[in-house]
């Protein structure tokens, strides 16, 4: 029989055991690894190659990027396992001959020598800053058996990585890899990893952009041992001491930085955000702007968005000239930016126009308004042509024309039949239905939404929202908006498309295969140029973010230059369009559309009527207050028998009654109606818009 004195000890012993346990096991219940500073980590935005685009500091201003340690060359993780804790892969979190090696010096030195620190105990140390005290030594210990119990090896390397300080606002692997080497962490030379491992030994004190002669000087201090341990040779010794040390930190890189932070705003539970954006030739296109746009202005901004026609997955977003600029309101992101279309719209006018079989490009169409019509519209350069194409009204941007087609295929028609395809355009101030305005940019529309209609064109003739992360085509309907044939008539018209000053057309070259459009709004506030190829839509915005006018800018001669830069940029595989189809808009018409019958109709009316007229303003036309509210609204009437006498809002103006043009000047904004009497009691009304 066992005595009861030895079986009493048993029981107390087996007892005390199990108390330490459930406490063990109490005390990590209740005190679980504190992962707060873990998970509070820099927003990484990404291109499609994995490449940072931009990084977002943390609430406490750090730049705190997320590692991994598979993605860290293999050469510095040996090296920190070599210097910090050759025992890493074997130890439970303390490694007590290193530990009892630093208490040992210690004690024989008075002061410490060596930590005995392992490297999850610095994980848990860097999860929990505490002063260097002997209390806190003991709760990193407690820690480090933690996390131990919690997570793997690589988990804890994982950790550290992300962590581990060095120097300012720069924590982890990652980020100091790309501040002080411009570069991903994946290749690393030997004197990068073993700076890296010095670093965080005293991240203040070790800064090689502010101390570089002690960086160097710790920095040779691994490598010495690295070469004791036969981790590395006496030649690659002696060429990573030789390596220069990096003076400086970099800046982290910034492209697509609008893009970015709408991304960010809209992701908020995410690290990392991968976009499809192309790293390089974002890069290269952000490089074009600035000096181009520099030329026109110092107010001037400029946007362009370049899209893969196929997917739909925007590969170069830039929303302004300089994000960081102030005279160029450079934080706004003018991709999205509601702004005057111009003339771009009128590629769908006429597209549409095709499909309800009421104009054949080779139709023939009058340059010249009629003067019993409402509308007046001029051309751009004030002049008129006679009898065109549609095709040669499309391709020099005739305005008459594009009003003309608009009118009789109606603009509700047009907006509605784009609205229910995915393409909305706003109405500006208060307007309550589409007018005839919308062929000459009377309505908003951002570069996005213009992008993303012209690529249906290039592609699958859907209009589907553009995708900035990898994600299928969000098409609003599976129905393409126009038939393959009028798909080819565009496409010819607008290859055809007159070339700005220094891209003349030529047979067979490569620029010929893209087919534009451009665009200048009301007093040269907007600049557009949309263009595309069988592979890319590019699309370029130029103007003030304030709506100011800039005097001379046109779509043509200031966007278009950008836009095919943009072009010569991007690695173009086999652009050429269906050989067959491109040449259909030169087909003969059909006999019944031979002439557009609008101009028809008008010559028979205008032959049949003499009746008094507002040949001007336009009726609906809108004008800016600052721009009239000096020189006034000149108000042009034709017919009639004078005297005659204009009311506004139906009450009379004070002119001449024997002059058929007179000018008003407007008192505020809003909604005007127009109106002359004659001698024979005869009227004629118009409504414009003050705003």
Known sequence: MVPVSIRLWWITAASLVAF?????????????????????????????????????????????????????????????????????DQHYGIDPLALMRAIGQWLRAGYIVSGGSTITMQVARLLEPRPRTIRSKVIEILRAVQLEWYFSKQEILDMYVTLAPYGGRLEGVRGASLSYFQKSPKNLTIAEAALLTAIPQSPSRNRPDRYPARAKQVRQKILKRLLERGAISHEEFKEADNEPIPTRQHAIPMLAPHLSERLARVQPDKHTIKTTINEGLQKQVQDLISPYSQKIGRNISAAVLVVDNESGAVKVHVGSKDYLERRSLGFIDMTTALRSPGSTLKPFIYALSFEDKQTHPQTLIWDRAPTENAYRPTNFDGQERGQVTIADALRYSLNVPAVKVLGALGPIRFSETLKSHGFDMILPGNSSKPNLAIALGGVGVSLEELVKVYRAVASDRKICSLSFVNQPLDCKTETEFISAQTQDWIQGILQNVPRPDGYTYRENVEQNKIGFK????????????????????????????RGAPVAGQTGLQTAAPLMFSVFEKLSLGSNEFADGRKRAWKEAPPENLRIFRGDISQSRISHASNSLQISYPINDTAFLLSDVETKGVLLKAENGKRPLIWFVNDVPLNTNKWKRQVRWFPTGNGFYDIAVLDQNGEVNRKSVQIR
């Open 518 to 545: 451009t665009g200048t709004s009301y007093g040269y506030r907007d600049a557009w140029a949309i263009g595309f190829n069988q592979e890319y839509t590019v699309g370029v915005w130029i103007g003030d973010p």
């Open 20 to 88: 330490l346990f459930a406490g063990a096991w109490i005390l990590n219940f209740s005190f679980p690894p504190n992962l707060n500073r873990l998970s509070n980590v820099s927003v990484v935005v990404e291109g499609e190659k994995g490449d940072i685009l931009r990084v977002f500091s943390t609430a406490e201003g750090l730049l705190r990027l997320e590692g991994k340690a598979q993605d860290v060359d293999k050469k510095y993780l040996q090296f920190l396992k070599l210097y910090e804790d050759k025992r890493f």
